[in-house]
C-alpha cells in the first residue's frame, strides 16, 4: 500500500514537499516514482527512483523538483521548488518491480498564479 501526503494550494514560484509512505518491506527493493496526472491530460512521469538512488525527471521539471528516499523508513518524497501553474495535477506514488505495480491514491497539488 502507498499513501500520499503533503500536497495543497501554493502561489507560484513557492515550494510543496509530497510524501509517500510505503507498507511492507517489498518497496526499498524496488524502483519507485512519481506521476501526476492534469485535468483534460494523460498522467505522465514526473521523477523516478530506483533502489539504489538513481534519478530520472521530466524535462519540465528538472532543475526545480528532487526526488529522494528512505529505504530504512519506507518512504519518498518529492521536494517541489520554483512551483508554477502548469504543475498543478493530482500527483500519484507509484512502485513496481516482479509481479506487481502499485498505485497510491493521489494528492491535489494547486498551484495559484
Known amino acids: 500500500q502507498l499513501v500520499e501526503s503533503g500536497g495543497g494550494l501554493v502561489q507560484a514560484g513557492g515550494s510543496l514537499r509530497l510524501s509517500c509512505e510505503a507498507s511492507g518491506s517489498l518497496f526499498n527493493r524496488n524502483p519507485m516514482g512519481w506521476y501526476r496526472q492534469a485535468p483534460g491530460k494523460q498522467r505522465e512521469l514526473v521523477a523516478q527512483i530506483t533502489s539504489g538512488g538513481s534519478t530520472n525527471y521530466a524535462d519540465s521539471v528538472k532543475g526545480r523538483f528532487t526526488i529522494s528516499r528512505d529505504n530504512d523508513q519506507n518512504t519518498m518524497s518529492l521536494q517541489m521548488n520554483s512551483l508554477k501553474s502548469e504543475d498543478t495535477a493530482v500527483y500519484y506514488c507509484?512502485?513496481?518491480?516482479?509481479?506487481?505495480?502499485?498505485w497510491g491514491r493521489g494528492t491535489q497539488v494547486t498551484v495559484s498564479s
Open positions: 507509484k512502485a513496481w518491480g516482479p509481479g506487481f505495480n502499485i
